[in-house]
């Protein structure tokens, strides 16, 4: 769940840095820290690059609720060119 909170704000962040739109962006660390308990309703998330290297860039995020930081993040993802599907050679046999 974390990660789905988390990382849209980022993921946004991360294509705005002029790399090509064929890259892929894989995880390799996630650090939640949750201040406050949020309620039902309205939250806004935003995202920011804090580093950012050939392959690996390091992103900032926050959550607030009325103002209010209720959880921040900090993420390392390792960002490569996408490679084209390749279809599956495999059969199964009834």
């Known amino acids: 769940m974390c990660r789905a909170v988390f990382w849209p704000?980022?993921?946004t962040t991360r294509w705005d840095?002029?790399?090509p739109r064929a890259r892929v962006a894989a995880t390799l660390?996630?650090?939640v820290t949750f201040l406050r308990p949020a309620r039902i309703g309205l939250?806004?998330?935003t995202g920011r690059v804090v580093r950012r290297?050939?392959?690996v860039c390091h992103l900032a995020g926050e959550l607030r609720q009325d103002g209010e930081v209720v959880a921040s993040a900090l993420a390392?993802?390792?960002v490569r060119q996408a490679?084209?599907?390749i279809p599956s050679t495999s059969h199964t046999t009834p």
Request: charged share 20%; proline share 10%.
């Open 9 to 11: 704000p980022c993921s």
């Open 53 to 55: 290297g050939r392959e």
């Open 76 to 78: 390392t993802a390792l």
């Open 17 to 19: 840095l002029r790399w």
């Open 43 to 45: 939250l806004h998330g």
């Open 29 to 31: 660390q996630l650090s």
């Open 83 to 85: 490679r084209p599907s």
